[in-house]
């Protein structure tokens, strides 16, 4: 799968899960749970348990499905990332290394950036996408007001994203979104009820959809 495969897929379908989860035992149920709701493209988190073993698990078990990793900074995380199977790497910062190590191999990635300075700075170093971090505050206007000036950059939104808002941040210009901890959690596998994270999953495809 190339790189411009990935990126664009990506673009197609536009959402994908944040996995950061402690629970990681169940991993395959979780991510039948989340497809069974329409949504194939995953991102694991990189300090979630035995991450490096999840990522393989799932793109062993799920060849549709697209996986990335994410928490990703330093060349030794990106590369144990890139051997387990992620097909993008996304990381809270502009890390160099990471994207020194997506360029070489010819990975997406998505580097993280707040201020028009820094994601300036972010795409220009190679960023495929600029995910803006932290938007918790800020919300959707926040991607529309970056895109006045910057309107040539892929945004994409993870934190503060939840089922009922996603169709904001389309609105306002993002090329993506994920959604972590309110499509899915450490409580909602305490509690066992797959069925409502299949059900989350199916109202974000649905809510995205309204504004694709």
């Known amino acids: 799968m190339t790189k411009e495969v990935v990126t664009n897929r990506i673009l197609k379908e536009k959402v994908f899960a944040v996995l950061r989860l402690q629970r990681t035992e169940k991993i395959e149920s979780i991510v039948e749970a989340i497809m069974k709701g329409g949504i194939e493209i995953i991102e694991l988190t990189m300090n979630s348990k035995f991450a490096d073993e999840c990522i ?3 793109a062993k078990r799920f060849p549709t499905c697209l996986i990335g990793a994410g928490t990703v900074i330093g060349v030794e995380t990106a590369t144990k990332a890139i051997e387990s199977g992620a097909r993008f790497l996304v990381s809270p910062v502009t890390d160099l290394d990471m994207l020194a190590v997506c360029g070489q191999v010819g990975i997406t990635s998505m580097a993280g950036a707040l201020t028009p300075t820094e994601a300036w700075q972010a795409s220009q170093a190679g960023a495929d996408f600029v995910k803006l971090f932290p938007l918790v505050g800020l919300g959707p206007q ?4 970056m895109r006045g000036p910057l309107p040539d950059i892929r945004y994409v ?3 503060g994203a939840t089922p009922d808002n996603i169709a904001e941040f389309f609105a306002a210009g993002a090329s993506a979104v994920g959604v972590g901890t309110p ?4 409580a909602d596998i305490d509690k066992g009820d797959l069925k409502i994270i299949e059900e989350r999953a199916r109202k974000i495809v649905m809510n995205a959809g309204a504004t694709a």
């Open 183 to 186: 499509l899915v959690s450490d």
């Open 142 to 145: 926040y991607i529309r007001a």
């Open 157 to 159: 939104a993870t934190n």
């Open 56 to 58: 393989y698990r799932v």
